[in-house]
């Protein structure tokens, strides 16, 4: 049995309260994931009393560009501390929360379905905006409260279990990069059974080699000051290749379908890659410049804006990447995780090199592979990719369970123009 559908203005008021007192100074965005963001723009000069406060469970969505985007960047208010938006920005609140619920509203507006009716709303232009009548002229299901509250708190547990999963990764990587500082930074790798036989010292083994008294090459430059058996040397010395890919024309559709992978450089921002977000034919990998990337290999944005430019991840797909990105495989399994993390870890090394060599700086295979590394022996090298190789597999396992969780996320958010 389906809900009965009502208009959304039934329900919600528009608000326009000015910063007046300029009393908020936190200039939020809104962006195409219905997440508030910290806004790019530029305030310099800008008389900020004019723009509009946000409130607690109060909405805020950016009624121009949906005809472009195909979305309506839209966001609910969680915080307790008020926010400002652009004066171009529709605010509104419900006005009965014991009628509809503003995290019940906000599931609604998630729905792919919500975005492709807004979309079909809007004019034929590039700039194809959204007006406060089109919103309201909308409907959805509205349940009772007692249904409603229950499918929010499905909802959140969902967004909470895949949350947790994000925070774990965070924790797993920075433990990785804490590893491979201690190691290849601090020296203090654990002493080996053979390197302590070595110099009469058994009772040295498994202790952290700088603290406990370990020797450095200080007679061999360029080695100055490297454990024994340790050396200088580049990235393209432990790497079988480093290549970036292309894009097949998206103006040809059967070089686009579900046969292939195929990743751009805004995916890098999972730090372990299982899928992609569009699928490429045989066609298209005939028909264009891209090149496949194999499970194992880093991959590393080598442009774009914010955080972007000079982000790694490991894939544990096969799949194609476009010209915006580099591949780095590694010549050897041991070489896995150590390329990984080393490239992590010196993000902002490599985008601050990259700023200083353009206007806008990109980074390039050139660059990439004489990237100075420290190389340890064979030994250090295989007992580096064991302990940290443990880390990237719980970060992949944790990264299937949230993409688990967001497709019951997306079940549960088609669910909802049913009863149970």
């Avoid at 929010?152 to 949350?163: G, S």
């Avoid at 053979?194 to 009469?200: C, N, P, T, V, W």
Wanted: proline share 4%; charged share 25%.
């Amino acid at each position: 049995m389906r809900f009965n559908y009502k208009r959304i203005g039934q329900y919600v008021h528009q608000v326009s309260n000015r910063n007046v007192q300029l009393a908020v100074t936190d200039l939020k965005g809104i962006s195409i994931s219905k997440q508030f963001m910290p806004s790019v723009a530029n305030i310099n000069g800008t008389d900020l009393s004019k723009y509009k406060v946000v409130a607690k469970y109060q909405f805020a969505y950016n009624p121009m560009h949906v005809g472009r985007d195909e979305v309506l960047p839209i966001g609910i208010l969680e915080s307790n501390e008020p926010v400002i938006v652009s004066p171009a920005y529709v605010v509104f609140a419900i006005s009965d929360t014991e009628a509809l619920l503003p995290e019940y509203l906000m599931m609604w507006c998630r729905r792919s379905e919500f975005d492709r009716n807004a979309w079909f709303t809007t004019d034929s232009s590039v700039r194809g905006g959204f007006n406060w009548d089109d919103f309201c002229g909308m409907t959805l299901p509205i349940p009772t409260i007692d249904k409603q509250r229950e499918i929010v708190r499905e909802y959140n547990t969902i967004v909470e279990r895949i949350k947790l999963n994000e925070q774990l990764n965070q924790k797993l990587e920075e433990a990785a990069q804490a590893l491979y500082k201690h190691w290849f930074v601090d020296f203090e790798f654990p002493i080996s059974k053979e390197y302590a036989d070595s110099i009469g010292k058994p009772e040295l083994e498994g202790k952290p080699y700088k603290a406990s008294g370990g020797g450095s090459d200080f007679d061999e430059n360029p080695n100055f000051g490297l454990p024994k058996g340790w050396r200088q040397g580049k990235l393209s010395e432990i790497t079988e290749a480093i290549f970036s890919g292309g894009t097949p024309s998206t103006g040809v559709e059967i070089y686009w379908g579900n046969e292939h992978y195929w990743l751009s450089s805004g995916e890098t921002r999972e730090k372990i890659i299982i899928d992609s977000e569009r699928m490429i034919t045989q066609k298209g990998v005939d028909n264009s410049s891209t090149k496949l990337i194999r499970k194992g290999d880093s991959v590393m944005a080598t442009a774009g804006q914010g955080k972007t430019r000079g982000q790694t991840s490991m894939c544990r797909v096969d799949a194609y990447i476009n010209q915006s990105m580099l591949c780095i495989r590694p010549r050897e399994n041991k070489f896995e995780a150590f390329i990984f993390i080393t490239l992590s870890t010196r993000y902002h090394e490599l985008r601050n090199e990259s700023d200083a060599q353009a206007i806008r700086g990109s980074l390039n295979k050139d660059n990439l592979s004489s990237l100075p590394i420290i190389i340890a022996t064979k030994e250090v090298s295989s007992k580096f990719q064991e302990l940290s190789g443990v880390f990237v597999d719980k970060m992949y396992r944790n990264r299937c369970m949230a993409k688990y969780l967001e497709k019951l996320r997306s079940v549960l958010l088609a669910r909802m123009v049913v009863s149970n």
